[in-house]
T-cell receptor
Framework: ETGVTQTPRHLVMGMTNKKSLKCEQHLGHNAMYWYKQSAKKPLELMFVYSLEERVENNSVPSRFSPECPNSSHLFLHLHTLQPEDSALYLC??????????????FGEGSRLTVL | GIQVEQSPPDLILQEGANSTLRCNFSDSVNNLQWFHQNPWGQLINLFYIPSGTKQNGRLSATTVATERYSLLYISSSQTTDSGVYFCAVEGPLSTDKLIFGTGTRLQVFP
């Protein structure tokens, strides 16, 4: 059983839909991350939250909207996505921030397909 | 920004064989981690190793920071070792970005 859980595991949506991905960590960590993994591309960092404050927004289009209501929960709200946004979205958490030597622990991912 | 290269890109082994995976990086690092992505997509944290050597069962890793590379050793490989192995680094600018390499895809056959 992983300390970071993501729901849903699979999501199919149309370009006009609005949906959300949810991540919950049970590790007592202070930082949470969203990564995107597309076919044949390295993992890309999207957002970083530390103690519920966004500290990194890696030039992500506004159709992706993160929300961190507390240190245990992280959401990624999706609206008017494009087919090229189809990917595996991975949530991670760490006790310390990356530059402080934080070790990332990942969830199982949410596989998104945009039709 | 910092560049991360992994080799080989693909590796096919028979059960019981040993292997070495390499990660080269282009600048000094504050953070280096190895991950295993299983066939279901989950990334498993293997090692946090910005320098030195660590061992965990059949796996061990060594990072030589002054020469800008890290090695992951897998001994007596098993079919459950199959998947993609990623090296990820954070460079000298003290950011929150862990930059991932393109990975080594390992297939272990019985």
């Amino acid at each position: 059983e992983t300390g970071v859980t993501q729901t849903p595991r699979h999501l199919v949506m149309g370009m006009t839909n609005k949906k959300s991905l949810k991540c919950e960590q049970h590790l007592g960590h202070n930082a949470m991350y969203w990564y995107k993994q597309s076919a044949k591309k390295p993992l890309e960092l999207m957002f970083v939250y530390s103690l519920e404050e966004r500290v990194e927004n890696n030039s992500v289009p506004s159709r992706f909207s993160p929300e961190c209501p507390n240190s245990s929960h992280l959401f990624l709200h999706l609206h008017t996505l494009q087919p090229e946004d189809s990917a595996l979205y991975l949530c991670a958490s760490s006790q310390d921030r990356v530059f402080q030597g934080g070790e990332l622990f990942f969830g199982e991912g949410s596989r998104l397909t945009v039709l | 920004g910092i560049q991360v290269e992994q080799s080989p890109p693909d590796l096919i082994l028979q059960e019981g064989a040993n292997s070495t995976l390499r990660c080269n990086f282009s600048d000094s690092v504050n953070n280096l981690q190895w991950f295993h992505q299983n066939p279901w997509g989950q990334l498993i944290n293997l090692f946090y190793i910005p320098s030195g050597t660590k061992q965990n069962g059949r796996l061990s890793a060594t990072t030589v920071a002054t020469e800008r590379y890290s090695l992951l050793y897998i001994s007596s490989s098993q079919t459950t070792d199959s998947g993609v192995y990623f090296c990820a680094v954070e460079g000298p600018l003290s950011t929150d970005k862990l930059i991932f390499g393109t990975g080594t895809r390992l297939q272990v056959f019985p």
